[in-house]
């Protein structure tokens, strides 16, 4: 069991500086590989006591190695991804929660039933149920001949150039990107400065704090989500296929409807399930860009949580109805599009 | 394709362009607007609200907390997604597909409620609203972004390496330590840069998570609701300018990881 200096050299960053240490040692007195190997940082790990007698213990079969590499992961992964929605669906049937000192909570289905008896919470949920469809549906209209153009037309050598154009402005956060929208829609915004100088309107036409701010807010912010998986749907479809079919006597509508539509639904079905899922999911968007007559139900949820915490267990129980609603409405999007979702993500 | 569909194709291409920019060049150009009023047209410019950015100490102080919560929860998330795809990757078991889309769970819930559920979780956990919370947020919304990165990468590493590794006497963790975790650096550089934008970007699980002290995107937010002022488009294109960096920068490590794979 041998470890030279040289391989060092191969592997991490992380050992160099001992390696240079190792090197000037070397250069004075010429050491047996045994000798050398104590003075890695590596072969001295390997060869303390300690470490040895752990790893022997920790690593000595198979099994165990595999039972300790599972540990954490199954770990965090099952405490902390799933742990706070198992914890906001258990304090959903709570009667009270942050719990008050001397008082047990009990079990109740009021919090879920507050949300079918209030008309002031069912209104919210479902504009932000038609807003999300409505939205999706645009922006895959808008983003559809984007990511074409991409990917068909644009020389592969200057498609990356393309698409990081695209990408720059979605790396700025919610926030700045929700605020430039205010600059360019509001009552002496550019918009309305465009219109007056050219003489269209003498009034600004009040685009703030309506259906239409919030939709051009929210399909700025979630427009990259549908183009990026187009995008690497269309790229994939061959061009022959495209050049067969207009042998075969196919005029661009019959192709574009018989071989680049069918071809592209996966990305299609990504790119809808992502912005509907992100779409439903904003919040400051709509605080800053809708009006009192655009509320959306992450509006209502957070109200119960802004007071002292004693409606903890209704906005629980909003959530998770608007969890169940949008989970199993993609789910079986994506069941109708002839996918299982494990690609989902990619 | 015909002529006039190619042409219509490149206007709406560059059309979208310029709905992305138009709003934020808009923004970086009213920082320089010398008056109160955001609003157009502007006819006085000034550098003063930049300089005043860089003598408040208040935002000084926010964008140094939004730093330290970015750098903290991007360390996690790069540990612990690391370790999630050392482990899903390779290994296959019963149950597989379950913690793969458990894994995967955080990243595709609506925002307010992956904030609101992590709300209740710090409650939980006893954590009080402010920095831990926020860390324990940020590092929960982003290790499946790491792990999926990470095990794309590790797909591509090939197992003779191990093996070399190990017949030259390493064991487990020394093969990991010296073989797997270089192999992995350009994916971990590029998945870091994306949680620190994710973090420095993130305003609804700031929000609900935060305590008095605010992260820079909740400053924002609370000084527009305040009303709008050429201050808020200072420091606004600063975080711009910093994000567009981090992100080309990501960007240019993740195309290297997959053009040397």
Not at chain 1, 220 to 246: C, G, H, R, V
Not at chain 2, 40 to 57: C, H, K, L, N, S
Request: charged content about 15%; some cysteine.
């Amino acid at each position: 069991m041998f470890i030279y200096p040289t391989d060092l050299r191969a592997g991490g960053q992380a050992a160099s500086d001992k390696m240079a240490h190792a090197d000037t040692d070397r250069a004075d007195t010429p050491l047996p590989p045994t000798a050398r190997e104590k003075r890695s940082m590596w072969g001295a790990l390997m060869n303390n006591g300690l470490y040895k007698g752990v790893t022997d213990v920790l690593f000595k079969t198979p099994r165990r190695q595999f039972l300790l590499l599972a540990s954490f992961p199954l770990f965090w992964v099952f405490f902390a991804h799933l742990g706070p929605i198992i914890e906001m669906f258990y304090i959903s049937f709570l009667d009270s929660y942050p719990p008050a000192a001397g008082y047990e909570p009990q079990l109740t289905l009021a919090n879920w039933s507050r949300f079918f008896e209030e008309r002031i919470f069912m209104i919210p949920f479902f504009r932000t149920l038609g807003f999300a469809f409505t939205l999706t549906f645009v922006t895959l209209l808008i983003t559809y001949p984007v990511a074409y153009f991409l990917a068909k037309h644009v020389k592969r050598k200057n498609q990356l150039l393309f698409l990081l154009l695209l990408l720059i402005p979605f790396w700025v956060g919610e926030i700045v990107r929700t605020y430039a929208i205010m600059i360019l829609l509001g009552n002496n915004g550019a918009v309305n400065l465009l219109l007056k100088s050219i003489g269209l309107i003498d009034r600004p036409i009040p685009f703030m704090y309506t259906s239409f701010s919030l939709g051009v807010g929210i399909i700025y912010l979630t427009a990259l989500y549908m183009l990026l998986p187009l995008y690497s749907a269309l790229e994939k479809i061959p061009d022959n296929y495209l050049e067969a079919a207009a042998d075969l006597g196919a005029g661009s509508w019959t192709r574009f409807r018989r071989v680049t539509l069918p071809l592209s639904r996966e990305g299609i079905a990504s790119g809808c399930t992502l912005v509907f899922l992100i779409s439903t999911g904003y919040y400051a968007t709509p605080v800053l860009l809708g009006g009192p007559n655009t509320t959306v139900f992450a509006e209502s949820i957070a109200g119960f949580f802004h007071v002292a915490g004693d409606e903890w267990p209704t906005g629980a129980a909003f959530s998770a109805i608007m969890l169940i609603t949008t989970l199993s409405l993609t789910g079986v999007f994506l069941k109708l599009m002839g996918r299982d979702g494990k690609g989902l993500m990619k | 394709m015909t002529r006039h569909t190619r042409i219509l194709m490149s206007v709406i291409y560059w059309a979208f362009v310029v709905y992305l920019f138009v709003p934020l060049v808009l923004m970086v150009v009213m920082g320089f607007k010398d008056s109160k009023f955001i609003g157009f047209p502007i006819r006085a410019w000034t550098m003063e609200w930049y300089t005043g950015v860089f003598q408040d100490g208040q935002v000084l102080g926010v964008f140094a907390f939004s730093m330290a919560i970015a750098l903290a929860s991007t360390f996690l998330s790069l540990v612990i997604g690391t370790w999630v795809a050392a482990f899903l990757g390779p290994n296959n078991f019963r149950g597989k597909l379950i913690v793969f889309a458990v894994t995967c769970l955080p990243a595709v819930i609506p925002g307010i409620i992956s904030a609101i559920s992590l709300r209740i979780f710090a409650r939980f956990l006893s954590i009080e609203p402010g920095m831990m919370a926020i860390i324990l947020g940020h590092t929960v919304h982003n290790v499946p972004f790491v792990a999926l990165v990470v095990m794309a990468r590790l797909a591509t590493l090939p197992k003779s390496q191990i093996e070399a590794a190990q017949d030259l006497g390493a064991d487990s963790v020394v093969a990991f330590f010296r073989i797997t975790l270089p192999y992995l650096k350009p994916a971990l550089i590029g998945a870091g840069i994306f949680c620190m934008l994710l973090s420095f970007d993130d305003f609804v699980r700031a929000f609900f998570l935060g305590g008095y002290e605010p992260t820079l995107p909740v400053l924002i937010f609370a000084k527009l609701r305040s009303g709008m002022s050429p201050e808020i488009n200072a420091i606004s294109t600063i975080v711009l300018i910093l994000t567009a960096v981090l992100g080309l920068w990501a960007e240019r490590s993740m195309r290297r990881m997959n053009k040397g794979a």
